[in-house]
């Protein structure tokens, strides 16, 4: 059975408004993070995904992905940051989705590298967005 983040972890719109317009940007090849720290003991997180992607079926399947590949790297980062993930590329899987982010953490420096095997994630079933 697998563990969703609870809800206290996730960016309520005023804080992801003012992470996207106060936060740190990092654009990689099919998504952007924009981080700032926080006073709180925990990391919250946020996703979007804009019209463009694609129909609602499709932004809400990138969705999703996003929210798994959070689940895998979630416990890894570090501590007191605001952290909001938008995806721009259509051709999105799980894997490639969770191995860019514990990339563009590890760049930013808000992951915690103890654990290296389990920053790994290969399925072989998922399948890019269409």
């Given at each position: 059975m697998k563990k969703n983040l609870t809800?206290?972890?996730?960016?309520?719109?005023?804080?992801?408004?003012?992470?996207?317009?106060?936060?740190k940007r990092l654009r990689y090849a099919q998504m952007t993070i924009f981080y700032r720290e926080n006073q709180l003991s925990i990391?919250?997180?946020g996703v979007g995904v804009g019209r463009k992607y694609g129909n609602a079926v499709q932004r809400n399947r990138a969705k999703r992905l996003l929210r798994e590949a959070l689940n895998k790297v979630y416990l890894h980062i570090?501590?007191?940051?605001?952290?909001v993930v938008?995806?721009?590329?259509?051709?999105?899987?799980?894997?490639s989705c969770a191995n860019q982010l514990s990339h563009m953490f590890?760049?930013?420096?808000?992951?915690?590298?103890?654990?290296?095997?389990?920053?790994?994630?290969?399925?072989?079933?998922?399948?890019?967005?269409?």
């Open positions: 809800k206290r972890v996730r960016l309520n719109k005023q804080t992801f408004k003012l992470t996207l317009q106060q936060g990391a919250r997180y570090l501590s007191s940051y605001d952290i938008l995806v721009y590329d259509k051709e999105l899987s799980l894997s590890e760049r930013l420096g808000i992951i915690n590298r103890d654990h290296d095997e389990a920053l790994t994630y290969n399925t072989d079933y998922s399948s890019p967005v269409e």
